[in-house]
């Protein structure tokens, strides 16, 4: 039947493509029940405490926005509360403003003493405007330039996630591996400093984290076998303090006597090494192109690292170390605390590069230090910030390519039915390679204590292929297909509570929901979707209270902040793209599943939606 | 032709899982038309495969012919080869099974560089700015026509017709001449042309 369709269209004028009929979801019964692999060390304790960032890592709101986490805890938590569950149907465009891109725009407004300031996808355009006077005005623009071939070796659209204002400075990268401090008065830059090197296929789309005078950033190229590392900057000169590599020898990785990773199988020499095939390690990804969080408290850094390459697991047998985990550094000299792997020997493209959301929280009776991570694996892990220790993993997604982790070993349990293999198609893996959560980043709100994770509901069909290294071209080795998990809707926000280990509440979305979320004190959670709406739902409830739809779809981060005037302002990008998106952005034949990485087999409908475009967008309520 | 001219150096063509340095492999003697830029008009036949059908002042297609690419077209055997080494030199990394990902698509009739067989060739042996790596003097000549021809014959319709999943370009149709005569663009069916000048088949 469908051959003849096309050939009809085909004699017809040109028209879009036809897309392909979306997959059939994964049956429910195939994916494993979420409190049968769901562990902790100790039942929740509720009542030994009220959970929220410290003092330390979460400083009192000001109302700016000066760095995409809002803060080092990583809450992105507004504690304005002029917009209500109440008043919130008011709300309204007060200007939007043309980013001149229509690629996917993935970045946080920033707001720092009365200016935005925006970056986006290439060409890296960073726009700073004045909020004091009527339609904010632009006081500067800046344009990068970067090389134009960046854009041959970037894996999943051309993003940027964003850039910080420190002391004077708007700090962000360029996707051809450059870090840039631009003065905020005169949009001139005070330093730039070139990190990567297109030719082997590195590039730069995260974000840096400013603290206590240096820059952190990292590269990307886990598709392109670039080997993975983070660096220091010295924020007012751009000089090069300190890189990591995140394979290789103990040296490389900066692991030293500091080291004190809390699981057997993190334990040993060279294991960044020892853990790869011969060589191997030099190619082998582990990528630090997603968040890296500073605690204040600890005086430590803590970043994901992603996925081993290529994405063919059957070439590089072995753990594969560091890649799919966390470390914890220390942030004057890089020198490794500890490790822990997420997914060892990854074979579903599972980076752990999500963000950390840093929390005082009651566990086994008493306060604890943790992290919450959300993985791409499928599970939400509470750690111990100062040792490495997980103390609880859960499933917040559709999960059977492992059943649970070992709490006593850390281990991630395989299923093996779901195992890749070599020329062999291995259906329904769940959750997919881009995760039951990717980069786009939570909130945490302490008025209510849960976590609004922005994620997916998405599964895949993969058949591993052998596959060569070229420098500078791919480096995967899998033909994937996604689909739409059990149920059949693409995307969720997810409330949940860390300390009960549970969801409050759930909002299903046709599409991923690819934005990160805000969430105020006015108990409003703010996110974006795919086919362009930008909504707001109560914080309690999860109830739907107000959408406005904008001129593409939204896979950014909005913001919260307290403009010239006392009163509030809710911002967000618009400009559909990166990984999920790419059907929209980028020159894309739907008929294609396995374009985009796989990504497209359940994204064919999105042109259908929404078209490509790139957007400021300030809402406030009528005043 | 005489630029391309016998560069073939790369020999072997399955590479190691390991780090293998290509650029070693490019070797000298790529002397490329760029001098010859900026010619007059009368001369632009030597210039080579031209990437678009816009030549100020001709009231016909300046596109030229490549004589090399003749042997390419309803050759099953290259299109079969073609595809084998677009998986193997990493092509489908980019551009998937034709639908685009990094880079763009290959299986409708947008072509960004002109989307005739010798204009992918081209396309291929040269670079394009945008993140087209240049592959001559990497993949032997005759290599790069054979995957020029397969990227030519995923949006013929024969082989789109053959297309039963989603993921195409896997039972691609050999390329018949008539699929390239024409001026880099093809007008759609039944446009009048009401300027009066030939505007099809490369002269």
Known sequence: MRPLLLLTLLGAAPLPALAQALPDPVPMDEVFNNQGIGHALAEPTPDAGRTAPSAANAPQDDGQWTMPSKNYASTRFSSLQEITPENVRQLQPLLSFSLNVNKGQEAAPIVADNTMYVVTAWPNYVYALDLTKEGAPLKWRFDPAPLPASKGVACCDVVNRGGSVDDGKYIFNTLDGQTIALDVKTGKPIWRTRLGNINIGETMT?????????????????????????????????????????????????????????????????????????????????????????????????????????????????????????????????????????????????????????????????????????????????????????????????????????????????????????????????????????????????????????????????????????????????????????????????????????????????????????????????????????????????????????????????????????????????????????????????????????????????????????????????? | MYFVSRIEAAGGVVLGPVLLGLAALLTAGCERGSAQAGLPVSQLSSRGVIDSALVPGLTRSGVTNDPRAAQYYNNADAVGTGKRLYQQFNCNGCHSNGGGGMAPNLMDNQWIYGGRLEQIHQTLVEERPNGMPAWGGKIPDEQLWQIAAYVRSMSLPATLAADHSDTPSQTPAPVPPSADQHAGWTPPPDTTNDYGSVITGPQ
């Open chain 1, 206 to 623: 995260m974000a840096p984290t400013v603290a206590k005078g240096r820059v952190y950033v990292g590269n990307s190229g886990g598709e392109l076998g670039v080997r993975g590392w983070i660096a220091a900057l010295d924020e007012n000169s751009g000089k090069l303090l300190w890189r990591a590599w995140n394979t290789g020898p103990d040296q490389d990785v900066m692991i030293g006597p500091e080291f004190k990773p809390i699981y057997p199988s993190d334990q040993g020499k060279d294991l960044g090494v020892k853990s790869w095939p011969p060589e191997a390690w030099k190619i082998g990804g582990g990528n630090v192109w997603g968040w890296i969080t500073y605690d204040a408290e600890f005086n430590t850094i803590y970043h994901g690292t992603g996925n081993p390459g290529p994405w063919n697991a059957t070439q590089r047998p072995g753990d594969n170390k560091w890649t799919a985990g966390i470390f914890a550094r220390d942030p004057a000299s890089g020198a490794a605390r500890w490790f822990y792997q997420y997914s060892p020997h990854d074979q579903h493209d599972y980076d752990g590069i999500n963000e950390q959301i840093l929390l005082d929280m009651p566990f086994n009776g008493k306060m604890t230090k943790v992290l919450v991570h959300f993985d791409r694996n499928g599970y939400l892990y509470v750690i111990e910030r100062q040792t490495g220790r997980v103390l609880s993993a859960d499933p917040f997604g559709p999960v059977n390519s492992s059943r649970g982790v070992d709490l006593k070993t850390g281990e991630l349990i395989l299923n093996p039915d779901k195992a890749t293999k070599l020329g062999t198609e291995v259906r329904n893996i769940c959750p997919t390679a881009s995760g039951a959560k990717d980069w786009e980043p939570s909130s945490f709100s302490p008025a209510t204590g849960l976590i609004y994770i922005p994620h997916a509901n998405l599964c895949m069909d993969w058949v591993d292929q052998q596959v060569s290294y070229i420098a500078g071209t791919p480096y995967v080795g899998a033909l994937v297909h996604f689909k739409p998990g059990p149920g059949g809707r693409r995307g969720e926000l997810t409330a949940w509570d860390p300390v009960k280990r549970q969801a409050a509440w759930t909002a299903w979305e046709n599409f991923p929901v690819w934005s990160g979320t805000v969430v105020t004190a006015g108990n409003l959670v703010f996110y974006g979707t795919m086919d362009g709406w930008f909504k707001a739902v109560d914080a309690r409830t999860g109830a739907p209270l107000w959408k406005y739809k904008v001129d593409s779809g939204i896979i950014s981060q909005p913001i919260s902040y307290r403009g010239p005037d006392g009163h509030q302002y809710i911002a967000v990008l618009s400009g559909v793209g990166g990984w999920s998106g790419a059907v929209v952005s980028g020159p894309i034949d739907p008929r294609d599943g396995s374009a985009a990485l796989g990504f497209v087999a359940t994204m064919s409908d999105l042109p259908k939606y929404t078209t490509a475009g790139g957007t400021l967008y300030v809402f406030c309520l009528p005043h």
